[in-house]
């Protein structure tokens, strides 16, 4: 269950990174009437990072994040199984 939570949350992640990226450059190469004036680029400053985190939180739910995996790593070395 905690990995397909993970799972589900990474892929929302990596949505709202995408989407939001290629939405705001769309409207950046002008390709739009973007009528709503600093709404479009306030919400791309806030989805894209809170996309990241979520991406990031949901491989450390999975057991794939870069300090789970350091940490395996380390514990590994200790009990002599890596060099």
């Known amino acids: 269950m905690l990995r ?21 450059l769309y409207v950046l190469l002008g390709s739009t009437h973007y009528t709503n004036g600093a709404v479009g680029p306030i919400l791309n400053i806030l ?7 979520l991406i990031f939180l949901g491989r450390a739910m999975r057991g794939r994040g870069m300090l789970w995996l350091a940490l395996r790593r380390r514990a590994r070395r200790k009990q ?3 060099w």
């Open 47 to 53: 989805a894209i990072p809170v996309g990241v985190g």
């Open 4 to 24: 397909f939570a993970g799972w589900l949350l990474s892929s929302v992640g990596w949505l709202l990174v995408w989407v939001f990226g290629l939405v705001g």
């Open 80 to 82: 002599g199984l890596d």
